[in-house]
């Protein structure tokens, strides 16, 4: 009995506990169908976002930061203004006090700040493609010096523009998403920091 039963199954396909070759190949190949899509649709999504998702995005934090950097310095101002408003000869003491503790701030932490911020994106688009150059110009360390080193200038009463320092925020900021994509090149650097730049350039009087 037990060899007729195996014969009749040879028979009928090759099936197994009633289970046919084709059941199992078709099972197989379900779990592979999706697993092909899934890495299909991730791949899709990474492109897109890469392509638009993470510029977007850096330009809404450009323009998050401009805003943010318009109202910190006109609050800096007010409040230097504030000092001085009854007492004028305090000017004498705070402008100096506070220009060397920006000076000491630049040149002991934030290398690369200094200046108005629209040379170095101007350095950084025509120099020969160099990472050391990048970090020493952009960067998060670079844009908490350029807010922070500034304010400290609003708050001693020195003259100081936004447009400058907003251009280079913005080019840091895009400079920084660079590390996200998987392929840099130097095209791609310099669209990032043109882009940053023109952020931050259309953000400042927001």
Do not use: C
Not at 59 to 74: D, E, I, K
């Amino acid at each position: 009995m037990p060899n007729e039963s195996r014969g009749s199954a040879d028979q009928g396909g090759g099936a197994v506990d009633g289970v046919t070759p084709a059941a199992v190949e078709a099972r197989t190949a379900q779990p592979l169908r999706e697993r092909v899509w899934t890495r299909m649709a991730g791949l899709r999504f990474r492109r897109l976002f890469l392509q638009f998702g993470l510029p977007w995005g850096a330009a809404l934090v450009v323009g998050l930061l401009a805003v943010l950097y318009a109202r910190w310095s006109t609050d800096a101002y007010d409040v230097f203004l504030g000092w001085i408003a009854r007492r004028p000869w305090l000017a004498f003491g705070i402008t100096p006090a506070f220009t060397m503790l920006a000076v000491f701030a630049t040149r002991r932490w934030f290398s690369g700040s200094e200046g108005s911020g629209i040379p170095q994106v101007i350095a950084a688009l025509h120099a020969q493609r160099d990472e050391t150059l990048l970090q020493r110009l952009f960067g998060l360390r670079v844009i908490a010096g350029k807010i922070g080193v500034s304010l400290l200038g609003f708050l001693g009463g020195l003259t100081i523009g936004r447009e400058g320092p907003t251009v280079h925020i913005g080019a840091a900021v895009m400079a920084e998403t660079r590390r996200l994509y998987p392929h840099g090149s130097p095209r791609l650097e310099r669209q990032l920091l043109l882009a940053g730049a023109a952020a931050g350039l259309a953000a400042k009087d927001i």
